[in-house]
Each structure stands twice: as structure tokens, then as C-alpha cells.
DNA sequence: CTCCGTAATCGAAGCGCTTCGACAAGACAG
DNA sequence: CTGTCTTGTCGAAGCGCTTCGATTACGGAG
């Protein structure tokens, strides 16, 4: 039914003149063998071109060689920053010679039991999971070796990775301070987003707010606070971008620094400033909480605060593999953002 | 080593009182099984909420189950597109009961030279094939059944399917010339493009061109023609975009119609447009070829005509089914544009 | 009433790998 | 020189599934 039968570890074994049992022991290092019979092996190996056949070893070892990540493909969530998520977490993964299933979120809990049921794959990565998430409660029955990103409401005994978003809001009023802006504000996204997840967004917010001095003292120990602040929802298109951008203009004559968390919304934000007469980079400031691109393609450039979503595959397939390995990981991993500036 | 054992066909076997194989048989289909027998195992299945091990079934039946789908995952290609692709893909390979191994581009010829001597997969879609691709030669050498997305130089004896960009750059004229225009232009996308893949963005430019009167009489039979048609490339940063359209419409000044194929100079062209006092969609027309959202983004909205990536993924995964089952595929599929107006 | 074809089921033989226990051969202490 | 460890290697026993005969039971044809 098949074609060529494809190099199997019994003609390694017979072309290096040993048993089939000291090429495995030779591939895994799982036994001492001599570096002689080692060297054997591995010419054979080279020279047959041999792979070990995936099934086998997953049925023998029990051990798949794959993790599976299941990623929101269908909406919400900015797309370059999944897409850099699910290189960097495929990228790592063959770094330890793991192999990645893409599985979508709407495969939902019962995907996430049959990948379990049928061993195809060894531990799961989630990414964008919600505070109500019914696939955590599964992955919590099935047991599986998991990794979050995004924290659930009751995370208790789960690994959860997730950008620290409270940082990414003080550094965004920092870098607006820092700037010399008294009156500071944040462009958030549209009130949908701020219902669908909590956590996210509100930490964004209350990060910027932190830095709020409502009149306090600017000065003395501590970080340098602004004497206002604010925060707005703002939805997407472009005609209630420009107009939440007047009313915010409207309302507060002494804003000098703007944090967009939004981005769709960047390059009408700019129209929206320039048509009021500011000029961002001089007189006024934008930082943008989002990925490099937007800031780039705008003009002037923006400095921007972006998810280091490379990072974040990283440290999850990273935690995973720990996991697999039997090893401790951190119940809850925070990770710092990076401000760009331009 | 592992936990709870899992369920297995014997514990299927023993609650329904069959044998294994009878199992095998009702849950394949491969020979006749009573109604009644199979209706015992059925339950059987659901009660225990069996899944057959992975790797067992493809050691024994040398059948995984599983493609891989080889996208280009660190640059280039759009991004949204992508997403889609992607998304489309795994929906349709699960349509099949097939999962999806996903890889990047950068593995290349060595990366499938492994899955594929593993087993660990059964066939491969090859995102974002370029004319003079190594992966292509490999795909050849390996006999893995496989569906190619774009064209390389040889493309005999392989699947391949691709958007129809000439189709597309003739649509985007007909729109423009239907509109009334007379003298029409596309911005294409940077030089670097045009280098990369030979195909893709010239075919759109040819097809474009093809509705190009000349002076030849624009009634008749066949297709209207716009009177003069042009192309201009055009890099991407804001500056550049402004640049070329100013000069655009400075060395054509009867132009009124214009479709941009390069996603993300469109809000620029849109900016220049309205600082040359066009109003688009009144004096001056507006055509991009790109996905939706990239229309939808901007005021006022434009009509596009898009990638339909889920189309090309489902009509990929597809024929890679249709192959998997030694059943014929046409080698080569041109999938027609959607242009979508607004 | 026998013979044969068909339908339904079973049992056993692998698929290619890992892993466990055995075992031969030295190394070394007594 | 005998007994005890190591070290390096082998053989065999599965892992859970599919698949290929073989086997039984049952009708209908002769």
C-alpha cells in the first residue's frame, strides 16, 4: 500500500553491525555506549538518512515529539502579533525537536480531549485565553501539560504567561512625563474589547492611571507623576476615531501626550491631531501600546510600547518543555514590554 | 512513567464483547459488521469516550492523519491573508479528520525531508512558493504528496494553486473603467516585490495593462478600454507613497481612477488624494486589491478585490485529500479574485 | 440433504520503536 | 585466583492499532 519502506532503525543497526537496541541507546543517550560503537552508529545514521518514525516512537515511548497550540484564529486579536507568537513558538519548539499542531480555538474543549485521548500530542500552549474560558476547566480534567497565555479567573494550579499590560500602561505615562506632558490621556479600544476580557485592556488603563497626580506633588522620591490623566474607549473606524479625538481636544485644551491602545486607530488619530492644529514630535506626543509597524508607518514615526510576542512563545514553549521534562515552572509569568523609541 | 493508561481498543473490545479487529472494522469501515454489533461498539466508544492512539494507528495503517502546511512565517506575505489561509486550511483538514503540523518556511527542504521520513505526516501544503524556490525540488525528490500555493518555474507533475492575478488586475480596471474612468493607473507595490516573485505582482499589472486602449476604439465588442492605462511602482513608507502619487497625478492630469495593490500605502494614497483635492469616490475612483479589512479601514470605504484565502486553503487541503486517496487533481488551479464593492 | 457462497466475526501477525533484564568482559579488591 | 562491580551490548517483550487469512453460521441452489 505504501511505496518505498522508508529506512527503518533495523537497517541502521545492521549496517552499523549492532542491535537495533544500542542505535536507540545511541539516539537517546539514555545508556553509556562507547564512543566507538557511538560513532558507527551516527555514520549509519547519516548515510541511510534515517528518521526515526514518528508513530513508533510515539507508541514505544509514549512520548509524542509534538505540542499542540491552539490559537484563536478567526477574529479579535492583532494579527502580527499572533503571527510572531506562532513563529517564535514554533521556532522554539524545534529547538527542542518538537513539532507544532495548529489546532483553532472553535475546536474548543472537545478538540483539547481528543488531542489528549489520541496521545498526538504532548502538552498543549492556549493562546488568548479569557477570563471565562471553558477550555481551561478541560485542560484542568485532562490533565494535560499546559501553558496559558492570558490569565483565566481562577488560574490556581495552571503555568500562566501573559504581557505585564499594568507596566505597558506606566510606561506609556512615563514616557508621556518623560516627555514633558503635564495632561496626559489614553485612547483605549472600543468598549466591546474592554467587556470581552478583562484583565488586558483595564490593566493597560489602570497601569496609565497609576500615574495620575490629580494636583499631588510632581516632584520629591517616587516617579515623576502627571498633574492630569485620563482614559478613553474608542471604537475602530475612523469617523469615531476623529471625532473621540476632537472631544477629547475639546475637553482637556492642556493635553500634550496621548497613549493610543488601539491600533487601527493610529493613523487617523494622527489626521485627527494634524487637523486640529498639533504637531506630534513638538508640541504634543503620541505613544502607541501595539506593534512596531503601526508606529512605523505612520508619519512622523511613533514611539511605540509593542507585545513582545517573541518573548512570549518563547517563555511558553520554554515552560512547557519543563513541564514535560517533569520540571517546576513559575504558576505565573509577567512579562516586562518594551518601549521603542523613534 | 505516564499516568492513567488511557483507553484502548481492547477496553472498547471487552465492554462491547467483540474482538479488537471488530472494533477496528465498525470504527474504519473497512468490512461489514452487523447494525447490531456495531451499534454495541459505537457505545461502547461514546461510553468510554475512546480516541484511537495516534501513533499506533499510523504504525500500523502508515497513515498519521496529519498534514503540514509550510507557511512563511517571518516576513513578507500579508499578514491578514495569512491568518486566513491558515485558519481555512486547518478547518478543512479537519473536515477530513486530518490535523495540521504547522512549520516555517526556514526549516525548508531539510525540515521536509524529516516530516516526511518520520511519517509524521501524509502529505504538505507549501504556502508562498517563489519561482526558484529549493523546497520545490525537495517536495519532487521526497514524492510527498503535496499542493503548492504559487507557481515555481517548473511546475510539472506538481499541484499548484493560486489566485488568478492577471484576472484580478483586469477586474480592478473594468471596475474603474465601468465607473466612467477614462485614463486609469495601478500603484503597485515596491521594486523589492517585483523582484521576489516573478508572477504574482506582474501578473496583476499585466492583467491591468491588458485594458489599455491606446487610442483604440472603446465601443464595440469585447471589453471596453480605458483610454490610457498606466503602472507605477511604489515602496511603502508614507513619505515615498505621497511622493509618487503627487507625481502621479501631476504627469496625468485627466486620471480618475486608480487601484492600489500595496495594502499598506492605501491610507496614504488616500491622504495625498484628498490634499490634490480628489474626492474620492465622487470625481476620482479607488480600487485595492488586498483583503477586506484593508478597504473597510478607510474614509470613505473602497471596494476591493481580495485574496480569498479561505477559498484557496480549502480548494489546497482539498486536493491534497483527493491525492492522499490516489485519486487525479488538476496540476494546476487558477482561483478567480472577488472584487467586493462598497 | 449436501454443497457452496456470502456475511459476520475472530485471532494472530506485524508496523518500528523503546526499554527492561540478561549477560559477557574487564577492572579491581580481597 | 575467586567474587563483586561496572560498562557496553544484546534479545525479547511489548506499545495500540490495522489487516489478512481463517472460521463459523446461515441460506439458497442443485
Not at 513563529?87 to 474543549?109: F, I, K, N, W, Y
Not at 481528543?114 to 471553558?134: F, K, N, T
Request: charged share 25%.
Amino acid at each position: 500500500m505504501k511505496g518505498p519502506r522508508g529506512v527503518t532503525i533495523a537497517d541502521v543497526a545492521a549496517r552499523a553491525e549492532v542491535a537495533a537496541s544500542t542505535v536507540s541507546y545511541v539516539l537517546s543517550g539514555k545508556r553509556s555506549i562507547s564512543p566507538a560503537t557511538a560513532q558507527r552508529v551516527m555514520d549509519a545514521v547519516a548515510e541511510l538518512g534515517y528518521h526515526p518514525h514518528a508513530g513508533a516512537r510515539s507508541l514505544a515511548s509514549r512520548r509524542a515529539g509534538v505540542i499542540a497550540m491552539m490559537l484563536p484564529l478567526r477574529d479579535g486579536m492583532h494579527l502580527p502579533v499572533l503571527m510572531q507568537f506562532a513563529s517564535g513558538a514554533v521556532t522554539e519548539a524545534r529547538r527542542h525537536d518538537q513539532d507544532v499542531l495548529l489546532m483553532t480555538a472553535d475546536e474548543g474543549p472537545a478538540g483539547l480531549a481528543r488531542v489528549a485521548a489520541s496521545s498526538i500530542v504532548d502538552g498543549l500552549i492556549l493562546m488568548d485565553v479569557e477570563v471565562r474560558d471553558p477550555r481551561v476547566e478541560a485542560v484542568r480534567r485532562l490533565g494535560l501539560p499546559s501553558v496559558l497565555l492570558g490569565f483565566p479567573a481562577d488560574a490556581a494550579g495552571l503555568t500562566c504567561v501573559d504581557l505585564d499590560f499594568t507596566a505597558a500602561g506606566r510606561e506609556c505615562a512615563d514616557y508621556l512625563i518623560g516627555r514633558g506632558c503635564r495632561d496626559i490621556a489614553l485612547l483605549g479600544a472600543s468598549e466591546a474589547v474592554y467587556e470581552r476580557r478583562t484583565g488586558f485592556a483595564e490593566r493597560v488603563r489602570s497601569g496609565f492611571l497609576d500615574r495620575r497626580g490629580d494636583g499631588r506633588a510632581a516632584a520629591g522620591p517616587g516617579p515623576r507623576l502627571a498633574e492630569s490623566a485620563a482614559a478613553v474607549p474608542c471604537p475602530d473606524d475612523p469617523v469615531s476615531v476623529q471625532r473621540t479625538v476632537k472631544e477629547l481636544l475639546a475637553s482637556r485644551p492642556d493635553l500634550t501626550g496621548l497613549a493610543v491602545h488601539n491600533e487601527p486607530a493610529v493613523p487617523h488619530v494622527m489626521h485627527a491631531l494634524a487637523d486640529a492644529g498639533k504637531c506630534v514630535g513638538e508640541d504634543f506626543h503620541v505613544v502607541v501600546i501595539g506593534p512596531d509597524e503601526v508606529g512605523e508607518r505612520v508619519h512622523p514615526p511613533l514611539p511605540s510600547v509593542l507585545v513582545p510576542a517573541e518573548r512570549l512563545a518563547e517563555i511558553a514553549v520554554g515552560h512547557l518543555m519543563r513541564k514535560l521534562d517533569g520540571l517546576e515552572v513559575p504558576e505565573s509569568t509577567l512579562v516586562e514590554p518594551q518601549l521603542t523609541v523613534r
